[in-house]
DNA sequence: GAACTAAGAGTATCTTAGCCT
DNA sequence: AGGCTAAGATACTCTTAGTTC
């Protein structure tokens, strides 16, 4: 199961930082950032703010990887924000997942 | 300015609840919910998921006070079905979205 | 170079028991 | 009864230094 520690290595992943980059951001050590991504440490509230701050995402998503509320979110359904988004780039996402379903039922033999 | 203790405390007392009956539902001594009422201590992340899950709230909302989600976002939530999907291929998906969103900022400069 | 590991020091947290109102 | 405080024990976190790939 993802945990925070995976968000947190791809959030930084995605911006093309290093963990000594990021650890020089939030002003803390670069080993503390790897122990983070390998869930081996929970940071403090406050550090959790700025780590929302920093890659503007929810302490939600951060905490328990779900953007919103539990009443929204159930068994195989998935929501995404789009936000900001044009429409082709909405498109290429449900391009990549109607690619990794198609993939997905190659790989079973169907 | 309000604290994750002054919210939880509001949480329990809005359920008619004294500390000790919550600290029953969550499994933790009644001097803990004190110490978190009073901003004295923060509780781990799987504490604090389980307070999420039992008032009902989003973690964001616990832990800086933003629900960060409004109604009127709703307009730009996807919904998908990963029925069928692996853990890995949903990953393949959600980092594929986690890229296009940040490609799409890189494009608009920042 | 980037990320991981080890180790020690320093903090934070949890529970129990007792105290206040 | 309900909430707070003190105390020690336990557990966790952070940094530095060294190791691996």
Chains 1, 2 share one sequence.
Do not use: C
């Amino acid at each position: 199961m993802e945990k925070f520690g995976d968000r947190l290595k791809r959030l930084r992943q995605n911006k093309k930082l290093y963990q000594k980059d990021l650890a020089q951001k939030l002003n803390i050590s670069k080993s503390a950032i790897g122990m983070y991504e390998r869930n081996e440490r929970e940071p403090s509230f406050e550090l959790l703010t700025k780590i929302s701050d920093y890659f503007d995402v929810s302490i939600s998503y951060l905490v328990d990887g779900k953007e919103h509320k539990k009443e929204e979110d159930q068994g195989d359904l998935f929501f995404f924000d789009m936000k900001g988004l044009t429409e082709e780039e909405i498109d290429d996402i449900k391009r990549h997942i109607d690619y990794v379903k198609w993939k997905a039922k190659q790989d079973r033999g169907e």
